[in-house]
Every structure is written in C-alpha cells, then in structure tokens.
C-alpha cells in the first residue's frame, strides 16, 4: 500500500478553491479555538519549565462561516465534517451549518491526563468538544451501541508520538483520530484537513488506508507533517 496524500504549506482559504467540487469524502480538521484572547499569559515555575498557557500567536480570527460555502462545495453528498471547538464557538458552528445539515451532533474527548489547575481554581480543561455534521444517507460505520456513545476517553498525546521539534501547543492523539475516521469514512475515501498542523489527521487516515489532503500555513508545522508522511513506511 503506498501512502496517498497531496498536502499544501498554504493559507487554507485559498488552497481550499483549487480542490475540485463534491470530491472530499471527510473533512476533519481542528482550526484554531479563538481562546488564546483569554489568557493571562504562561504559567511560570521557579522548579519546572513555564506551562503554555497562551495557545498560540495563530489561535485567533477563526470564524466558521468563512469555510461554509467552499466546506459544502468540496464534501461529496455522503459526506461528513467533523470540528474540534471550543465553547466559545461552538454556538456559531451551530449557527451557520445546522440550517445546512440534516443532522449536528457533537462529540466530546476527555482528556485522562489535563493540564493540572495549579491555583486549584475552575474545573480542569479535560474535555474537548468535535461537531458533527452530515445529510441523511451520509458514510457511517456503526459498530455497536457500546462502541457509538459520542464520548471517547485517552491521554493527550505524549513522546514519542508527540513531537518535540517543533513541538505543537495542541497535537491531536492519532488513535481518537482513527476513531473518528473509521466510523465516518471508508478505505480508498479522501480526508481532508484544511488546518494540518504536524500532520496528525493524515497520519491517522494513510495509516487507514485512507488518501489524504491537507493544508498548513506554518512553515515549521507543514515540514512536520511531511516527515511524518514520509516515515510511514506503507508499501
Ligand atoms: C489546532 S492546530 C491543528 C493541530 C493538528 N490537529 C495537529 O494534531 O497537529 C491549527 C493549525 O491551523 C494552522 N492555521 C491557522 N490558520 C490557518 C490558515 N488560514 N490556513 C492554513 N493553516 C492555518 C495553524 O498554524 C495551526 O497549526
């Protein structure tokens, strides 16, 4: 098996325009969260490195309605975009794909291993949220009702997995990718994700045997992303 992907160090709302209509099987993908506004800054230790608190400089300006019309251009009519969001958009998700789709369903992953709340303040950030949008007929491999509930439980990704040049502030784990990408796309199906990073969703779906098309911005994330691709060693 050879490993199938065309990948593009691009801002995505132009690459987007050159994917040719109704091809796109699953768009997965994890834009920025808009949250990094909210922050007092990095957590400082004098006995440990400081904790990044601060997102990232990209973590900003995401607005889903900018994706709407190319999303719905791009995705075949059996197919489905799954988002990880946060709760400060998950409401404008809501807002401009409901009307589109049949059906909007959301997902949670729960970290077992969160960042801990030093201040003992809040509650931990353990949980993220994914959206889920689709049309009646859409690709979906239920298994069994134990394995369907939308929640899913692992640890944030850790070394080796995650990589420590250029170490990315929200690398996904690629098993709750696999996950997502068996139940809602089949082999020889093309993923796309319009916001890469280091590559964790192409990994996921090559090693599924999936094709893959992804779009990263950053220069030192889309060399990642290559690396990775390029070790996967399928044959
Ligand atoms: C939440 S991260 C994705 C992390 C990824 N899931 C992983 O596991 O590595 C979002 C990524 O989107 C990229 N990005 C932000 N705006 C973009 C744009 N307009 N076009 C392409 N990439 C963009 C950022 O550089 C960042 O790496």
Same mark, same amino acid.
Request: glycine share 4%; with cysteine; net charge positive.
């Given at each position: 098996?050879?490993? =199938? *992907? @065309? %990948? &593009?160090?691009?801002?995505?709302? &132009?690459?987007?325009?050159?994917?040719?209509?109704?091809?796109?099987?699953?768009?997965?993908?994890?834009?920025?969260?808009?949250?990094?506004?909210?922050? $007092?800054?990095?957590?400082?230790?004098?006995?440990?490195?400081?904790?990044?608190?601060?997102? @990232? =400089?990209?973590?900003?300006?995401?607005?889903?309605?900018?994706?709407?019309?190319? *999303?719905? #251009? /791009? +995705?075949?009519?059996?197919?489905? %975009?799954? @988002? *990880? $969001?946060?709760?400060?958009?998950?409401?404008?998700?809501?807002?401009?794909?409901?009307? %589109?789709?049949?059906?909007?369903?959301?997902?949670?992953?729960?970290?077992?291993?969160?960042?801990?709340?030093?201040?003992?303040?809040?509650?931990?950030?353990?949980?993220?949220?994914?959206?889920?949008?689709?049309?009646?007929?859409? $690709?979906?491999?239920?298994?069994?009702?134990?394995?369907?509930?939308?929640?899913?439980?692992?640890?944030?990704?850790?070394?080796? =997995?995650?990589? /420590?040049?250029?170490?990315?502030?929200?690398?996904?784990?690629?098993?709750?990718?696999?996950? +997502?990408?068996?139940?809602?796309?089949?082999?020889?199906?093309?993923?796309?994700?319009?916001?890469?990073?280091?590559?964790?969703?192409?990994?996921?779906?090559? =090693?599924?045997? #999936?094709?893959?098309?992804?779009?990263?911005?950053?220069?030192?994330?889309?060399?990642?992303?290559? #690396? #990775?691709?390029?070790?996967?060693?399928?044959?």
């Amino acid at each position: 098996m050879k490993a =199938e *992907f @065309a %990948i &593009f160090n691009a801002d995505n709302l &132009f690459q987007i325009k050159k994917i040719k209509s109704h091809s796109v099987n699953l768009i997965l993908t994890d834009p920025p969260y808009n949250i990094s506004k909210y922050s $007092t800054g990095n957590i400082k230790f004098s006995y440990r490195t400081e904790i990044n608190n601060d997102i @990232a =400089e990209w973590d900003k300006d995401f607005d889903p309605s900018n994706y709407k019309d190319e *999303f719905i #251009r /791009i +995705l075949k009519p059996k197919g489905n %975009i799954l @988002a *990880f $969001t946060s709760y400060n958009t998950i409401g404008r998700w809501h807002e401009v794909f409901d009307p %589109i789709f049949d059906t909007f369903q959301f997902f949670i992953w729960h970290k077992t291993n969160p960042t801990p709340k030093f201040m003992k303040k809040g509650f931990l950030n353990s949980c993220e949220i994914i959206v889920c949008m689709w049309n009646k007929n859409h $690709t979906w491999n239920f298994s069994h009702q134990d394995s369907m509930h939308n929640f899913y439980e692992s640890p944030i990704c850790s070394p080796p =997995e995650r990589l /420590i040049k250029p170490k990315h502030p929200t690398q996904k784990p690629v098993e709750l990718l696999k996950h +997502l990408i068996k139940i809602a796309s089949n082999e020889k199906d093309i993923v796309f994700d319009p916001f890469m990073g280091v590559g964790s969703i192409g990994v996921a779906a090559l =090693e599924l045997d #999936r094709k893959f098309i992804g779009i990263e911005l950053d220069n030192e994330y889309f060399k990642a992303s290559k #690396r #990775r691709f390029d070790r996967l060693g399928l044959d």
